[in-house]
């Protein structure tokens, strides 16, 4: 209630300083200061987009900054004066000069960045742990300060610097989002209070597979918090994970990391990059790993190959190819059960079931094609992905302990998925001035389909019974197991075709005000055919997603802005796997987005960003009171929080990233899983994480963090709860030589006893004890 209050106090107060922004402009803007404007190109005078061009005036210590956009070009308002420019762009060399401004009208430059000749060096610690701009929440290339949404980006450095490889432990870092158990098989996130195991997506195509993606492969993780519907489609109540891949460039690389540590983790991962000609260049990153766990008879093998290649047959087009072939194959553990309302006290490390029967594999094959064309004005691209995946896993699955502590129940089951992804998207982006005002607009569409076949099997002990009683304190079993389908398991095929148009005109009123409007229609066809009895089932949605936005701009480095945004889930849930004669008739689940927020770039590498929110979620189903056999959707659940995210370098040998959360999502009317009032499974109140990376020495550095969890409940019936706690992590860096970087990782440094997370009230995950893992990165 305090935070309900709190945050309508604090609707009103940013709604009334942006509508105040409004009127300063408009009295501001009558006597407009001088302009810096430019074009960043490379030598072959092609635009680089996303150059961050810093202006400094003599004397001081910082200035103002913006990014170049898909034309190249740049513009800063600044006061007459000497000033320092700075431009630096991924990939090329840093550039400055000095620029004289005076008040006889816009100094007009063109900056040309050179390709150094080699990748050969290894920093001891991260070059950066911030992006100053990104196109997928916008489809053009925008700063995150004038992005009016809430969103958090893991570098490829922080990945490194961390020995991240998997999504669950980049999230820890991200605040307002925790990692879902997923039934130990997949990834899964909830964010704002929304579960989800298909709101992933690649370089912006939908990546829904329930499956562990890897992150050898990545330049960065982009977290979208709230509904993302008017770009990304279907889904995405509470937000998006969107990986973005790494692409061949035209500057050579060569990079082996090596990487081993405690329970048998061994890992391997390549990044070759070589250029053939200024027009064609070809990039091949691979990763092995096999390793084991803390947990008894667990372990994992896994590789992947990405090979890209880059052609510009013209200064003003880039054609982009990429395939991946990926395999997980791991242990399929489901943790320990729990016992009256906490996790049971048995050792973190024991298996509940037969561990040589409980298998998960993923086979993932993903092609990739993208061309972009650029004019003066106008971009184009197109991106069509295809994507095969095979997903099959056979678990056993611990339940209730009995009241005496003597027994636990197990049953077991398994399930495979095969799908085919075929996306294409078409994006044209199109820059004009009406007067003063100037508009980034956007037109596109997305056509897709999806063909999905789910089969599943039930476990019979003894090919009878479907549970049984085992030994609490050994509950690792042999008993004989027959797996055949019950009368309720899937055996279906679903076909799903995807139609989407949709239009977002980023307008700048002026340098003190911005808006971004948009707004996308999608047809949702889903047609499912159940092999088993010969039914077919047919539902068509026909959804509508706005988005609306307003950025007010006291000063070139802050930013308050507005956002509203709509997004829907349709009845078939975000796996579409089932369809009945029940569900057809449902409405999509809607969600709905109030949220305002703060963006301060308190120097030209150090960002603060804050939002508080409110996320609706209506049309959830609950029951009639007078008729069992029907649905209702008068469910509803809210979630209201606030976030708040440091990122960047405080100073130069100081680098930091992390946040901090308050959420509290609840369900607000009666739904068919839980009573009104109930805390939403899995949102801790409370969530807090800090990484800091500092460089000591020249050739020396060292990192330290801590993340903490409050208390939370494992399901929505509010009976079990995972206790909160606190993790500390260490690292030690040391350059060995110019090209060759020497690391050691200690992850939960004090050795704490904790629990991440669960999937119900009796399938929860230990946290691992201490553990170390060193790695060895060498370019050459």
């Given at each position: ?252 690389l060569r990079e082996v990391t090596l990487q081993g540590g405690s329970y048998s983790n061994k890992r391997i991962a390549l990044d070759f990059d070589q ?387 308050y959420q509290d999502a609840f369900i607000s009317s009666a739904t068919i899983a839980a009573r009104a009032g109930a805390q939403v499974a899995q949102v801790p109140h409370h969530n807090f994480s800090l990484w800091n990376n500092y460089q000591i020495l020249s050739r020396l550095a060292a990192g330290l ?76």
């Amino acid at each position: 209630m305090f935070l309900a209050r709190a945050s309508g106090r604090m609707f009103r107060l940013l709604s009334a300083v942006l509508a105040a922004g409004v009127l300063l402009c408009q009295v501001q803007a009558q006597s407009p200061r001088p302009s810096l404007r430019g074009k960043v190109v490379d030598p072959a005078r092609a635009p680089i987009a996303g150059a961050r061009v810093t202006a400094v005036p003599d004397g001081r210590a910082f200035g103002l900054s913006t990014v170049s956009d898909q034309s190249g070009e740049f513009s800063l308002a600044l006061d007459p004066g000497n000033y320092s420019l700075t431009i630096v762009a991924e990939g090329f060399q840093e550039a400055s000069q000095t620029v004289v401004l005076t008040d006889n009208g816009p100094a007009l430059l063109t900056v040309m960045l050179q390709i150094p000749a080699q990748h050969n060096t290894v920093t001891v610690s991260a070059a950066y742990y911030q992006v100053v701009a990104i196109n997928s929440a916008t489809k053009t290339l925008t700063p995150l300060r004038d992005i009016p949404q809430s969103i958090t980006i893991v570098t490829q450095e922080q990945i490194r610097d961390q020995l991240l490889t998997n999504l669950g432990d980049v999230l820890r870092y991200v605040p307002g989002i925790t990692a879902h158990q997923g039934e130990n098989n997949r990834d899964q996130i909830v964010i704002r209070g929304v579960s989800s195991s298909a709101d992933f997506f690649l370089n912006g195509v939908r990546d829904d597979v329930q499956y562990y993606r890897d992150l050898y492969n990545l330049d960065r993780v982009e977290a979208l918090r709230g509904p993302n519907a008017m770009l990304f489609g279907r889904g995405g109540g509470g937000g998006v994970i969107n990986r973005v891949t790494k692409e061949a460039g035209f500057a050579p690389l060569r990079e082996v990391t090596l990487q081993g540590g405690s329970y048998s983790n061994k890992r391997i991962a390549l990044d070759f990059d070589q250029p053939f000609s200024d027009k064609v260049a070809l990039r091949l990153n691979a990763v092995y790993e096999d390793s084991g766990s803390f947990r008894e008879f667990v372990g994992l093998e896994r590789y992947g190959v990405n090979p890209t290649l880059t052609i510009t047959p013209g200064k003003q087009t880039k054609i982009t190819l990429a395939y991946e072939h990926f395999r997980d194959q791991r242990t399929a553990d489901r943790g320990i059960p729990s016992f009256e309302g906490m996790p049971a006290d048995t050792d973190i490390s024991t298996f509940f079931g037969n561990p040589n029967l409980s298998h998960v594999k993923a086979l993932v094959n993903l092609g990739v094609a993208t061309i972009e064309h650029q004019t003066t004005a106008l971009n184009i691209r197109n991106r069509t992905m295809f994507g095969g995946y095979d997903k099959a896993y056979q678990n056993f699955v611990p339940g209730v302990v009995t009241a005496a502590k003597v027994q636990v129940a197990i049953s077991a089951y398994n399930n495979a998925t095969e799908r085919l992804n075929i996306f294409n998207q078409t994006d044209l982006t199109y820059s004009l001035s009406t007067g003063r005002i100037r508009h980034a607009m956007l037109l596109g569409a997305e056509v897709g389909c999806q063909l999905t076949d789910n089969f599943r099997n039930t476990g019979f002990f003894n090919d009878t019974a479907t549970s049984i009683l085992a030994p609490y304190t050994n509950p690792t079993i042999r008993t004989p197991v027959t797996f055949r389908q019950s009368t309720t398991d899937a055996d279906n095929h679903i076909r799903t075709s995807i139609g989407a148009i949709y239009a977002q005109d980023q307008i700048e009123l002026s340098r003190y005000v911005q808006a971004i409007a948009g707004l996308r229609f999608d047809r949702f066809d889903l047609q499912y055919h159940n092999n088993r009895n010969g039914d077919n089932l047919r539902r068509v949605d026909n959804l509508v997603s706005p988005r609306l936005g307003l950025v007010f701009k006291p000063g070139a480095a802050l930013s308050i802005y507005g956002n509203y945004a709509v997004s829907y889930l349709p009845s078939s849930g975000d796996q579409f796997s089932s369809l009945t004669t029940i569900t057809q008739q449902v409405k999509p689940e809607k969600f709905n987005n109030y949220e305002l927020g703060v963006k301060w770039d308190i120097h030209r590498s150090l960002a603060l960003t804050s939002a508080i929110y409110r996320l609706d979620r209506k049309n959830t189903r609950a029951m009639d009171p007078n008729d069992s056999g029907r649905i209702l959707q008068t469910g509803s659940q809210r979630s209201v929080g606030y976030e708040v995210g440091l990122n960047g370098s405080i100073t130069r040998a100081w680098r930091i990233t992390g946040g901090y959360a308050y959420q509290d999502a609840f369900i607000s009317s009666a739904t068919i899983a839980a009573r009104a009032g109930a805390q939403v499974a899995q949102v801790p109140h409370h969530n807090f994480s800090l990484w800091n990376n500092y460089q000591i020495l020249s050739r020396l550095a060292a990192g330290l963090g801590v993340s903490h969890r409050s208390d939370m409940f494992a399901a929505v019936d509010n009976t079990v709860t995972l206790p909160g706690y606190i993790r500390a992590d260490a690292a030690v860096y040391f350059s060995l030589t110019e090209r060759m970087r020497l690391q050691a990782n200690l992850e939960n440094l004090f050795d704490k006893r904790y629990y991440i997370n669960a999937d119900g009230n009796n399938n929860i995950s230990p946290g691992s004890p201490r553990a170390v893992r060193i790695g060895l990165t060498a370019r050459f």
